[in-house]
């Protein structure tokens, strides 16, 4: 079992830049885990942000966000963080993290995380 909880959210001008965090806690070892960042806005599906594999060394970004953000994680500290440059207003939304016990590879469907933290607000005023 993991629990996980967002931090970083917040306000911040097109162009800007935010880093969220995501703590995790439990008797499992973070490094069990494939993580990944999804958003979800107002009247529209949660949509995948990025993901990373167990060890950090495989990521998977979503085309409106390649080459702005960046997911990355620390097994040592329990932590995995979404980088996020050069922010759009169409950017703004719930940020929710994700872990899926197992598995060799990174996840790009909601379906495929089975713990979900609370969620981040993130808005971004042009």
């Known amino acids: 079992q993991v629990q996980l909880v967002e931090s970083g959210g917040g306000l911040v001008q097109a162009g800007g830049s935010l880093r969220l965090s995501c703590a995790a806690s439990?008797?499992?070892?973070?490094?069990?885990?494939?993580l990944g960042w999804f958003r979800q806005a107002p009247g529209k599906e949660r949509a995948i942000v990025g993901a990373?594999?167990?060890?950090?060394?495989?990521?998977y970004y979503a085309d409106s966000v390649k080459g702005r953000f960046t997911i990355s994680r620390d097994n040592a500290k329990d932590l995995v963080y979404l980088q996020m440059n050069r922010l759009k207003p169409e950017d703004t939304a719930v940020y929710y993290c994700?872990?899926?016990?197992?598995?060799?590879?990174?996840?790009?469907?909601?379906?495929?995380?089975?713990?979900w933290g609370r969620g981040t607000q993130v808005t971004v005023s042009s």
């Open positions: 990373i594999n167990w060890s950090g060394g495989e990521t």
């Open positions: 994700a872990a899926r016990f197992g598995g060799t590879f990174y996840y790009t469907k909601g379906t495929e995380y089975k713990f």
């Open positions: 439990g008797r499992t070892a973070f490094s069990s885990y494939a």
